[in-house]
Nanobody, 115 residues
Framework: QVQLVESGGGLVQAGGSLRLSCTAS????????MAWYRQAPGKQRELVAR???????NYADSVKGRFTISRDNAKNTVYLQMNSLKPEDTAVYYC?????????WGQGTQVTVSS
């Protein structure tokens, strides 16, 4: 079993920045992919950014050039640096981790960007 604890969400003005963190704990051998998803009211959950254990990353087109995903494998932690935030980035952001056996979700953290 893996537990994911997210932090760093909040309210920010458009153009501002936030940094999300997610730390995995529990019983697992290793974590392969880690990712951030988001879900806005009335919309489906969508992938924001993903990073594998080797550091390879991919991003949604809507956040390229503004968001950066990174991870510290020694701490089992993934980060999402969000810059130049826009009101359309408002959503609940979920951390995701894949151990190779199954995937796990965090509880979500609210990000609200005011115009």
């Amino acid at each position: 079993q893996v537990q994911l604890v997210e932090s760093g969400g909040g309210l920010v003005q458009a153009g501002g920045s936030l940094r999300l963190s997610c730390t995995a704990s529990g019983r697992f051998f290793s974590i392969n992919d880690m990712a951030w998803y988001r879900q806005a009211p009335g919309k489906q959950r969508e992938l924001v950014a993903r990073i594998n254990s080797g550091g390879y990353t991919n991003y949604a087109d809507s956040v390229k050039g503004r968001f950066t995903i990174s991870r510290d494998n020694a701490k089992n932690t993934v980060y999402l640096q969000m810059n130049s935030l826009k009101p359309e980035d408002t959503a609940v952001y979920y951390c995701y981790a894949d151990t190779g056996l199954r995937g796990y979700w965090g509880q979500g953290t609210q990000v609200t960007v005011s115009s």
